[in-house]
C-alpha cells in the first residue's frame, strides 16, 4: 500500500532532490551543458565588472584618479605617489606571501595547466587568492593587467560549479573554457575573442559540442559587463582608404619583427624571476623591491604604471616623435618584468597589446620605405598589436578576432590575419613557447598548450602492471628451477639476489628447450637471464613504458620500486600496455566527438 504522506518530502530532501535534476540535466543533454556555459557567463561577468571597478576605485583613492580617467593616461600631480604605491602595494602583497607560505603548500593551478593535467580541476580559493594578488598588484600601480585574475576567477567558478555537478572530464575541461572566455569577452567587449581564447589557449581544441556553451557563455557575459559597467574598449582608425596588396609585406615584417620583440621580452621577464630567485632576498620581501623599482621608472613617466589602457589611447591619439615612442616601449617592458619577476601578480595580456601598439606606430616611421603602402600609423599600431600580443599569449584568432571587434573594420582584420600568423610561425619554429607554457617549462613541466595530457600521466606503470609474479633465487640450478617451475606453470620468472634487489628475468619455455649439461648445471640459469638492467618504475606513464618497450624490444618487463632498491613490484607486458593506451585515446576522442 502507497504511504499517503510520501509526497510530503521536507525542504532538504526537496533541495536535494531539485539539485539532483539539475545534475543529471547538466551531465546527461546537451542543452544542460549550455545551460551550464550561460551560468558561468553571467557570472564571469560579474566577475570582471567587480574586479574592474574595485580596481578603478583603488586608483582613485590611492592616486586620486578622476572617475572617468585611467591611472595610466592621467596627469601625475604628487610624484611622491608614484614613488610610495608601487612600495606599499609590494610591503601588502609580500605579507600576502608570507602568510600563505605558510598555510598553503601546493602551488596555484591556473586555467591551462587545470585543463592540461587535472582534467579541468581548479580549487576556488586558490583561485580568490589569485584575483585578490592581481588586484593588490594592479590597483597600487604595478605594471600587470587583471586579466590572469578575470580568468582565474572565472576559471576557478566555473571548475567547482562543474565538480558540484559531477560532470565528466571533457565537460568540466569545457566548462573552464566558458569561464576564460567569458572573462575575456567582458573585458574588451569582444565575445569573439573570448570565444576563440577558449578555444586555442584554454581548451586547446575546436569541437561542434564546445562551440554553443562557450559562444553562449562569452555573449552573455559581455552584455552582463556592458549592463553592469558601461565599459567599451574600442580604438578609431579612422579613414584611410583601401587595402592594396603593397600594404601585405610591411605587415608580415612588423608581424616578424613582433616575434622577435615577444622573444626578448619572455626571457626578459624569466631572467628578472631568476635573477630573484638567485638572490639573497625572502620571497616575501622582493615584491617591495619591485614596486621601488617601478615607482622610479613611474617618475620618468606615469605611463608605465597598471596595464595601461589610458597610455594606449592617449599615443594612439596623439602624434608622438619616435625617441618618446622608444623610450616609453623600454620604460613599459621593463616595468613588466620588473613587476611580474619580482612575484606582483598578474599577466602580460594588456601590456602586450599597449607595448604592441607603441611597436606599430615606431614602425610606422618606416612606411615611407615600402612603395605604394598606404597605411596609416593607427593601423599599424593596430597590426603591431595583435602581433605582439599572438607572440607572447598566443591565439592567432583570438588577436585578430580582438583586431576586428575593437576596431570595428574588416577590410585590416586580413592585414591583422596575415601579420599574426608570421608572428605565431617565427615564436614556434624559434623559440616554441607562449608565456605561460614557457614558465611551465622553467618550473619543469612539458605543457606546451592546453591539450588534454593529464590522463596519460595518470595512466602509469603502477595502476597497470600485475603485482602478483613468479619469483626465484638468482643462484638456483636448473634442476631446481625446472621443479619448482614446471612447464606450463608460468612464461616468466623473476630472479633476485640475496639482497631481494631484481637480478633478472628468465623466460620458462627458454629453460625447457636447452639441453642440460653438466657444465650448465655448474653456470645455473646466467645463460638464460635476460633484461638485467632494463626496468620500469611505478611513476612512469603509458607513453614512456612503451618507448621502452620499444627499446627493449621486450614483450614484458619488471616494475621495481626505484633503481636504488631494485625491489620487484610488478610485471608490466607491452601487450596490455598499448591495448589500455589505446583505449584511453580512444575515450578520449569519443569524449570529444560527443559519443560518450
Known sequence: MNNPFQSFRSPTDRKSWNFGRLRVLARGHELGLIFAGAFVGITSGCVVTVMSLTSRAMHMMIYRVSGDGR?????ADDKSLLLLAPIAGGILLGLMIFI?????????????????????????????????????????GASVGLEAGYTQLAAGIASKFGYKMQMRRADLRMLVGCGAAGAIAAAFNAPLTGAFYAFELIIGTYSILTLTPVVVSALLSTMIARLLAGDDFAIDIGHFGAIVPADYLPAVLLGAFCAGIGILIMQGVAWVEELARKSSIAPPFRPALGGLVVGLLALI???????????????????VTLWALVSLFVLKSLASAVSIGSGFRGGLFFASLFMGALLGKIFAYCAPYFDHATLTPVVYAVVGMSSLAVSI?????????????????????????????????????TFGYSFATWRFHLRGESIRSAHDVGWIRNLTVERMMRPDVHTANVDISIEEFRHDFPIGSAQRVILRDKDEKYAGMVLVPDVYASPVEKDDEEHGLSDFIRHRNDVLQPQ?????????????????????????????????????????????????????????
Open 71 to 75: 591611472l595610466s593616461g592621467a596627469a
Open 393 to 429: 599569449i598566443g591565439g592567432p584568432l583570438t588577436m585578430t578576432f580582438l583586431a576586428l571587434e575593437i576596431t570595428g573594420d574588416f577590410p585590416i582584420t586580413a592585414l591583422v590575419l596575415a601579420a599574426v600568423i608570421t608572428s605565431s610561425l617565427v615564436v614556434r619554429t
Open 100 to 140: 600563505m607560505a605558510r598555510t598553503r603548500k601546493k602551488p596555484m593551478v591556473d586555467p591551462i595547466e587545470a585543463n592540461a593535467l587535472h582534467g579541468g580541476r581548479m580549487h576556488l580559493t586558490d583561485s580568490i587568492l589569485v584575483a585578490v594578488q592581481n588586484l593588490i598588484s594592479n590597483g597600487f
Open 301 to 319: 613617466s606615469p605611463q608605465v604604471l597598471s596595464a595601461g589602457h589610458g597610455a594606449l589611447h592617449l599615443n594612439l591619439s596623439t602624434d
Open 540 to 596: 612512469m606513464n603509458a607513453k614512456e613504458a612503451a618507448a621502452l618497450f620499444d627499446k627493449t624490444e621486450s614483450e614484458a618487463l619488471v616494475v621495481v620500486n626505484d633503481l636504488i632498491e631494485r625491489r620487484v613490484v610488478g610485471l608490466l607486458t607491452e601487450s596490455y600496455t598499448l591495448r589500455r593506451y589505446s583505449e584511453e585515446l580512444d575515450r578520449r576522442r569519443r569524449e570529444v566527438s560527443g559519443e560518450l
